[in-house]
């Protein structure tokens, strides 16, 4: 049990909203086709702006929420699986933006997991640092990774970004469990920006960046057994039953799979809260966005037991559960 | 496990899945065109038989109808008991 509190929440959506009667004028599809699919309506766009200015937003409402001064932040990191380059990390230019001087700042990068992977890390870093400060942001500009003329991934994806601010200083919140799990096997189930070695030199061809590739049917049998079996192994950690848990904060890939985990752990769908028809998925970016309305909304409250759950590329899974 | 035990079964799931009378689960029935299911449903069909009895299933056009996956089913676990 590892002394943690989400001390803010804030998020950070583009502007432009794609509809699915707007995509079903691009290609082949319909809205009925893709809401009873996937329970997406609509989607945010980011037109010029990249992964790091949608993850500086957001840093900066955090900041302004929190009072807290920029140089009292120890670390920060960025989930994404959509990062502005290679190298610098996202998290560095975000530090840079705000003036975050004495912040660690790295990426993490676990796909639609990466913001329970990066709650992980994080809590590692607060083990017996009482006082230290983090900053957490899932962010996506996914929209530069999807090929938009095809059907089957095009529909699904969105961009956006959100954040918590955490501190090991508080007697009341804690992350009670920490459960990862990595299925390298599987990991060409679902894949993006893949690149080409050279094979020739010098070369003859530019480089090209892969989009969206994706077995729907392995991502939902993998999604719709493994978080089921974090849920459970991290409870059992926590010493709390599954009936216990107040909120289920599950990555919004697809209502269904939501729903058919909800089944499996027979627990009633009103725990399971869902924002996917506004947003599609928004990757590492979708469970803060879905945790800062929640919070904003007041149907997060203090002391309550949440579960978050995270699931995708890799393929990788976590769940951690937390006194919020 | 006969043909008829794994009948039951999988009329047992389709009916709760997809939530359509039992009567309209027949061997003949289109799983896609006369039981209205979507992909995701045929997924969440062969997810559960999976678990039920612990097989491997995939998805793949080939299987249509309720026969389809009774023979199906039946193919995989004689498979595993070789």
Known sequence: ?324 | MTEQEILQKVQDIVVDELDVEASDVTLTADIKDDLDADSLDVFEIMNELEDELDLKLEASEDVRTIQDVVNYVKKELDAQAK
Not at chain 1, 73 to 90: C, H, N, Q
Not at chain 1, 141 to 166: C, H, I, Q, Y
């Open chain 1, 1 to 324: 049990m590892e002394k943690l509190k989400i001390v803010e929440t804030a998020s950070y959506i583009p502007p432009k909203t794609v509809t699915n009667d707007d995509l079903s004028q691009l290609m082949e599809t319909s809205d009925e086709w893709i809401t009873a699919r996937t329970g997406i309506k609509e989607r945010h766009i980011s037109l010029g702006e990249n992964t790091s200015d949608l993850c500086t937003k957001v840093a900066s409402q955090l900041l302004q929420q929190s009072s807290w001064p920029v140089e009292t932040l120890d670390l920060i990191i960025v989930a994404t699986m959509s990062p502005d380059s290679f190298t610098p990390a996202t998290a560095a230019i975000v530090q840079g933006n705000i003036g975050a001087v004495n912040a660690v700042s790295f990426d993490v990068s676990a796909a639609c997991s990466g913001f329970v992977y990066g709650l992980d890390v994080v809590s590692k870093f607060m083990t017996g640092r009482q006082g230290m400060r983090a900053m957490l942001i899932g962010g996506e500009v996914l929209s530069k990774v999807v090929d938009w003329t095809e059907r089957g991934t095009a529909v699904l994806f969105g961009d956006g970004a959100a954040g918590v601010l955490l501190e090991n200083n508080s007697a009341d919140s804690y992350l009670l469990a920490s459960v990862l799990k990595t299925y390298g096997d599987q990991h060409e189930k679902l894949t993006a920006g893949q690149t080409q070695p050279l094979t020739e030199f010098p070369p003859q061809t530019s480089t090209v960046i892969h989009p969206f590739t994706m077995n729907g049917q392995a991502v939902y049998k993998f999604a719709t057994h493994a978080v089921p079996e974090t849920i459970i192994a991290a409870c059992q950690q926590a010493g709390v039953t599954v009936d216990q848990i107040d909120h289920f904060v599950l990555h919004q890939a697809n209502a269904r799979i939501v729903k058919a985990i909800a089944k499996r752990m027979k627990q009633p769908l009103e725990k399971f809260p869902l924002n996917i028809a506004k947003y599609g998925n928004t990757s590492g970016a979708s469970e803060p966005i879905l945790l800062d309305e929640l919070v904003k909304n007041g149907q997060i409250k203090r002391g309550q037991l949440l579960v978050l759950s995270g699931f995708g590329g890799g393929l990788t899974v976590g769940t951690q559960i937390i006194k919020y």
